[in-house]
């Protein structure tokens, strides 16, 4: 199947890289996002997401006059829905006195329904943004077939879940392997032949449904690994062991292979996943229910180590090294890192957080520092959240000329303890009791 145009719904982390790509392969892309500002963004030639690489390719895809932005979408031979799918605010589910979150499929409803008064005989839908199973066949399908068409005969419908990693996601969405699931075996090829435009990895077709557990699959079982990891740093304090040492070790074994524990877990897709599976089906997923309710408890393990670090919290100065959910990317969502600032500020302390890759954030009852600098000047205490190659690579000795600050507390690791040490630090570490 040829592909001369199509319009890729929702330009954020995923579908602007994606749709530049398309673009840069030859293809016209109609990028398109209800974010106006977004839009003006890229018309005016700026992007506005950090990602290496990215601000080069998009402007290649600009400058080629194969990708256009708009707030609307057009006719066009494919269709991609790349918007995000958050939580519900303030809903939860219920079973059997567990409580769960619940996906918001507001936006890809609402890019669901702009497609279809330019839905056309023998064009293609993909879902790309990760959804509860069964999404493509009982919300996407319905929708898109009261334009009068049959999904599956009379335009093509897949499920392709992005399967990249942030800070390497332009080289990713070309090397990986490409999931491909269609509502039927000829829109699986259909799916096939779009995808084969870019990616040099292998492209396997298989069924929406299962296209759709796939992708939760992957991101549950790094869930439920790193809840293990956090266990262990729990269990290690408790005995007097550093888990760092003992991970170390136990990796030795060729069969073993230990996550890093830490503040918790974030960003749109581990932190987010798992909790569709809970939500499609809470009497056949206790353990996936169990590692979640770990992963997003450790804040306040975290908060319950800055006690016994930095003694009474009421008063603190506490700068907070690092927002983002992991490392050397600007991606704030769902970070564990901002769940335990709230938590500290609870507490009394007064926390400036400093985080490289978005200085200007806005984060709604967080003081952001200016700089590195304004975020240890008169600061009693330091804590480490985010391990970003420039906080690894800090010289204690130069820190120390930076600030009074004395107690340090490293929940991921980063530093020498004993290089800390030396520069005059008191050094504690998760997962290390002292």
């Known amino acids: 199947m040829k592909f001369n145009k199509i319009c890729v719904m929702g330009l954020g982390y995923i579908g602007l890289p994606t749709a530049s790509t398309f673009a840069t392969n030859g293809i016209k892309v109609l990028g398109v996002d209800v974010n106006a500002n977004i839009i003006q963004t890229l018309q005016k030639g700026d992007i506005h997401i950090h ?55 507001t936006a890809v409803k609402s ?24 999404t493509t066949v009982d919300l996407v399908a319905p929708i898109l077939e009261k334009s009068g068409l049959k999904a599956g005969s009379d335009f093509f419908l897949c499920y392709s879940p992005e399967r990249v ?69 729990r269990l290690a304090e408790k005995f007097g062991v550093d888990v760092w040492e003992a991970i170390q070790l136990a990796n030795l074994h060729p069969r073993i292979n230990i996550l890093s524990p830490g503040p918790g877990v974030g960003g749109h897709c581990i932190s987010v996943d798992p909790w569709f599976f809970v939500e499609t089906a809470p009497e056949l997923t206790p353990l996936i229910y169990n590692a979640r309710a770990v992963n997003d408890g450790q804040p306040h393990f975290v908060v319950e180590k800055a006690k016994q670090a930095f003694g009474d919290l009421k008063g603190k100065k506490i700068a907070a090294l690092g927002l983002a959910y992991k490392p050397d990317v600007d991606d704030l969502r769902e970070s564990p890192a901002t769940e335990v600032v709230h938590l500290l500020q609870k507490q009394g302390a007064q926390v400036k957080a400093w985080e490289p890759f978005k200085p200007t954030a806005n984060m709604p009852g967080i003081e952001m520092a200016s700089s590195f600098d304004a975020a240890l000047k008169d ?7 985010v391990n970003h190659t420039e906080f690894r690579e800090l010289e204690p000795t130069q820190v120390a000329q930076q600030t009074p600050a004395r107690l ?26 002292k």
Request: net charge negative; proline share 5%; hydrophobic share 45%.
């Open 51 to 105: 990602e290496p690489g990215l601000r080069t390719v998009v402007e290649a895809a600009i400058n080629s006059g194969n990708l256009t932005v708009s707030t609307r979408p057009e006719e066009a031979d494919a269709f991609l829905i790349a918007v995000p799918t958050p939580f519900c605010d303030g809903e939860f589910g219920d079973y059997e006195g567990r409580k769960y979150k619940l996906a918001d499929m």
């Open 111 to 134: 890019a669901t329904e702009a497609i279809v008064p330019y839905l056309r005989k023998g064009n293609l839908v993909v879902l790309e943004s990760t959804s509860p199973p069964r």
């Open 379 to 385: 600061a009693d205490a330091i804590l480490l959240l």
């Open 165 to 233: 990693l942030p800070g390497q996601i332009l080289r990713e969405l070309i090397e990986n392997a490409r999931v491909i699931g269609g509502l039927t075996p000829e829109s699986a090829k259909a799916g096939h032949d779009l995808y084969a435009t870019f990616v040099h990895g292998q492209i396997i077709d298989t069924d929406a449904t299962t296209a759709e557990m796939v992708k939760l699959m992957e991101n549950t079982t790094r869930d439920v690994n790193i809840a293990i990891a956090n266990e262990f740093a």
């Open 408 to 433: 340090v507390l490293d929940t991921v690791n980063a530093w020498d303890a004993a290089k800390w040490q030396s520069a005059g630090f008191n050094v504690f570490r998760l997962g290390v009791r």
